[in-house]
């Protein structure tokens, strides 16, 4: 028998066979029990989470007469459902990244109007539909304005941001979000368990925690792992597959860095170096180590997010007891700074290790004096500052004296105040310059930022400055704000700058 991909094998059949889209899932199924199905859909969302799957069970569970009493389920087993699970004219799909002419979407213009043949409706699943070119999509979107009563469109796209609004006003949106680290570690295990293929609980949770939100790419890995092994599937097994530097090397990186011991950054470097590993890839497996580190430090159930074989966990602990908060954080702003500079450096391996000795060196607070240098040069060279960069200040409005402390901000380059920038708000009271913060900035600006604001408000005007911690609804907590900072890191792509 020929090998089928475990994705492919897996691909759900059923609405309760998706997993992590509960909030899409529940209301499709109301909108079919309750009869109130619309005629256009889009999909959006990263891709393999479960977009495409879950317009074909929606496709069928429109048409399925045995929907209604089966909770809106199509139920697979009557003539209809055996007729769209093969080949059939009902449901058709399109890749619009192959067929965005505007011939095309003329096209189903055309054959959208004859009736369906098995059932009540006729589904269109349009994929990548950002793809379609301007033509298309207004041949399309008079389509959408005027459907036949039995035509259904659902349109999948991994970027909305790049569909026209009229074409997204007619359409019931829903966001199909990154999955879980727990709910994928699960999924992969329930795959395991029908392989009936042994496995320890810390290899689901590795291949979880690489496929990063999609089922898709987790469940290719989980394919890779399955085939490269007989007998238990174990951590280390899925690291070799992954060709993640093994985690007892980057531990003792990371305690070398983090504990400054210099000759043990550059022998350790060199050591992993030699084993062929990738310069960027030491880079982007220290930050996510540094971010396990974070997580024990800050997190009550980090044992239990991390769900790391007990030996690996304890080292961290271990590694945890000797740094302190705002060094973490600079060392991942730090590695993550890096990484566009690695892409484009002549000599990768230099500026990784200047950088580790970098972190290794510093508390993580901030600077004062150099910090001071920073702000006198600003202040001498205004010529130096680009139009762009000048700023405007009215001394007797708060507000606008905060917008300058912004701007200074900026230009120093400093992201992780301008990240909770949100949770600050200030006013004149007074002779007093009052910044009411929420928790986490309070914490924040005490940790390491007075120093700093205070010089750059007293830049533009003379007052008192006074700090308020207001608790506000939903004004996020220190714990919280480093868990989702450590979270939201991401290492790949992107801007490169945790915010
Ligand atoms: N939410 C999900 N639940 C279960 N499996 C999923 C889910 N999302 C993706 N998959 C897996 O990934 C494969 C591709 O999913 P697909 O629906 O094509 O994703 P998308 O269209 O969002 O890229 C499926 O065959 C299935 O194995
Ligand atoms: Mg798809
Ligand atoms: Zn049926």
Known sequence: MSYVALYRKYRPQTFDDVIGQDHI????????????????????GTRGTGKTSTAKIFARAVNCP????????PCGKCPTCQQLLGANMDVIEMDAASNNGVDYARDIREKVQYPPVAGPYKVYIIDEVHMLSVGAFNALLKTLEEPPKHALFVLCTTEVHKIPATILSRCMRFDFRLVPTATLANHVASIFDKENKPYTKEATYAIAQAGEGSVRDCVSIADRCYSCTTGTLTYDDVMAVLGVSSKNSIAKLCKAILTNNTSDILTETDTLVKEGKDVARLSKD????IKDLLTVKVCKNANEMLSLPDDAYFQLVELAKQVQVPKLLFAIDTLVGLENGLRYALSPLMLFESAALKIGASTGEVDVEGLDRRITRLEQQPQNLTAESMVVVDKTNAQSV???????????????????????????????FVVNCGKGAHTLIELQYKMQLNKLI???????IEYQLVEKENSGDLDRRLQSLASTVKFEGGTGKPV
Request: proline letters at 1%; a positive charge.
């Open 25 to 44: 899932i529940n209301t499709l199924k109301n909108q079919i029990v309750g009869n109130k199905v619309s005629h256009a859909y889009l999909f959006t």
């Open 66 to 73: 045995h929907a209604v009493e089966n909770n809106g389920s």
């Open 286 to 289: 220290l930050s996510l180590y």
């Open 402 to 432: 905060w917008r300058g402390v912004k701007v200074k901000l900026e230009q120093l380059g400093d992201p992780l105040l301008l990240g909770i920038w949100k949770d600050i708000s200030v006013r004149f009271e007074g002779g007093n």
């Open 458 to 464: 007293k830049m533009f005007c003379d007052k008192t």
